[in-house]
T-cell receptor, first 120, second 109 residues
């Protein structure tokens, strides 16, 4: 159980274009999903928290107008990299959260397989 | 801000040797700590999750310990195999996951 998929697994786009990455929870409903970015040999960095039916919460230093997040349903969140540039080339990983704890604000996260973005 | 450090950054051992991977975190007010495996170009596979109230968790050849007061966790892999070659990440959870940069393990046949 708790399977998360991402599509596409890799994408190459030209500088200035936009690319959309999908994150789906296949066997559970996730009111909250998370988007991470990982540069080579570096740690995963949380970019934003996506909540179904509301605006995403972005981490400090992440441009919300460049990385558009939409969480339109309980099983799908999308990340759109707008006007992509070579420095946006990275490995993007999403996770879907299952809440635990009495106040249900804590999440156990299940990770997708990642999307490799290369901007030429 | 939570900072997670993993030492060493890379490790190469002959097959059969036991592995010891270290993780330290700066803020001990965590709910849990999780160890992941990442193969090159792939996503994360969760290995072990230790709740803050626990001292250790075991799964097969893997054992992870947690010492919240000192801000440390250790992952032990017994009798390493070439298939254990991967990058191992630890992550501390305090409302959000903070990851270390990982330890890249190579097990030589």
């Amino acid at each position: 159980g708790a399977v998360v998929s991402q599509h596409p697994s890799w994408v190459i786009c030209k500088s200035g274009t936009s690319v959309k990455i999908e994150c789906r929870s296949l066997d559970f409903q996730a009111t909250t999903m998370f988007w991470y970015r990982q540069f080579p040999k570096q740690s995963l960095m949380l970019m934003a928290t996506s909540n179904e039916g509301s605006k995403a919460t972005y981490e400090q230093g992440v441009e919300k107008d460049k990385f558009l997040i939409n969480h339109a349903s309980l099983t799908l969140s999308t990340l759109t990299v707008t006007s992509a540039h070579p420095e946006d080339s990275s490995f993007y990983i999403c996770s879907a959260g299952l809440p635990f704890g009495e106040d249900r604000v804590l999440y156990e996260q299940y990770f997708g397989p990642g999307t490799r973005l290369t901007v030429t | 801000k939570q900072e997670v450090t993993q030492i060493p950054a890379a490790l190469s051992v002959p097959e059969g040797e036991n592995l010891v991977l270290n993780c330290s975190f700066t803020d001990s007010a965590i709910y849990n700590l999780q160890w992941f495996r990442q193969d090159p170009g792939k996503g994360l596979t969760s290995l072990l999750l230790i709740q803050s109230s626990q001292r250790e968790q075991t799964s097969g050849r893997l054992n992870a310990s947690l010492d919240k007061s000192s801000g440390r966790s250790t992952l032990y892999i017994a009798a390493s195999q070439p298939g254990d070659s991967a990058t191992y990440l630890c992550a501390a959870f305090d409302y959000k996951l903070s990851f270390g940069a990982g330890t890249t393990v190579t097990v030589r046949a």
